[in-house]
């Protein structure tokens, strides 16, 4: 009897520390995944604030730029100071109607490349370029957040399958290549940037 006793006993210490190994591993499960969401959404708060960033840094550099510059340009061939502008905010439009979002109709941008490049075609003053400059970023910075929950999505970019969020992560690369771009641009052209001052 007492054998059968500590049998039972035992089989009983056997279930309990089998099922709290396994209520363990599922605990332990629903923290690495919790830990793994709040990463995702740490690393997207900081690239949407980047964008924040290049969007006032673009603005301060196209403000300090006179007007008498935006045609400027360091050679034949290569773009203006105004043509830079009129670039990066065609891409902010264009980017986000890639993944769905309708950009604003008083562009004309679509997800048809030929948009893009036809909003490229515009002539438009400083005002008008600075406007343009500060409508593209916000825009930019609604469809990121719209798109938040989405960012392993699936999505063609060309004949290139990719993600949302990898394409958010193309699109800043992008904006940091121009700011440069921009930067030199002014300095070619004596202006400090306002940030460095």
């Given at each position: 009897?007492?054998?059968?006793?500590?049998?039972?006993?035992?089989?009983?210490?056997?279930?309990?520390?089998?099922?709290?190994?396994?209520?363990?591993?599922?605990?332990?499960?629903?923290?690495?995944?919790?830990?793994?969401?709040?990463?995702?959404?740490?690393?997207?708060?900081?690239?949407?604030?980047?964008?924040?960033?290049?969007?006032?840094?673009?603005?301060?550099?196209?403000?300090?730029?006179?007007?008498?510059?935006?045609?400027?340009?360091?050679?034949?061939?290569?773009?203006?100071?105004?043509?830079?502008?009129?670039?990066?905010?065609?891409?902010?439009?264009?980017?986000?109607?890639?993944?769905?979002?309708?950009?604003?109709?008083?562009?004309?941008?679509?997800?048809?490349?030929?948009?893009?490049?036809?909003?490229?075609?515009?002539?438009?003053?400083?005002?008008?370029?600075?406007?343009?400059?500060?409508?593209?970023?916000?825009?930019?910075?609604?469809?990121?957040?719209?798109?938040?929950?989405?960012?392993?999505?699936?999505?063609?970019?060309?004949?290139?399958?990719?993600?949302?969020?990898?394409?958010?992560?193309?699109?800043?690369?992008?904006?940091?290549?121009?700011?440069?771009?921009?930067?030199?641009?002014a300095r070619s052209n004596g202006v400090v940037p306002p940030w460095s001052m």
């Amino acid at each position: 009897m007492k054998r059968t006793t500590s049998l039972g006993a035992l089989a009983i210490v056997t279930l309990v520390a089998v099922a709290g190994i396994a209520a363990t591993s599922v605990e332990t499960t629903d923290v690495r995944a919790e830990a793994e969401q709040a990463a995702q959404v740490l690393q997207f708060e900081n690239l949407a604030r980047t964008v924040t960033i290049l969007q006032d840094k673009f603005t301060a550099l196209a403000e300090a730029m006179p007007e008498d510059t935006y045609d400027w340009q360091p050679m034949e061939g290569v773009r203006s100071v105004s043509d830079v502008y009129i670039h990066i905010s065609a891409d902010n439009f264009f980017v986000p109607s890639l993944m769905g979002l309708e950009a604003p109709s008083g562009t004309g941008i679509t997800d048809d490349v030929r948009t893009f490049r036809a909003y490229q075609e515009r002539d438009m003053s400083k005002t008008e370029a600075l406007d343009a400059v500060d409508a593209s970023f916000e825009f930019l910075l609604g469809s990121m957040e719209g798109t938040r929950d989405e960012l392993e999505r699936s999505m063609m970019l060309g004949s290139s399958e990719t993600t949302v969020g990898d394409v958010w992560i193309r699109a800043v690369v992008h904006l940091h290549e121009h700011l440069g771009q921009s930067i030199a641009y002014a300095r070619s052209n004596g202006v400090v940037p306002p940030w460095s001052m």
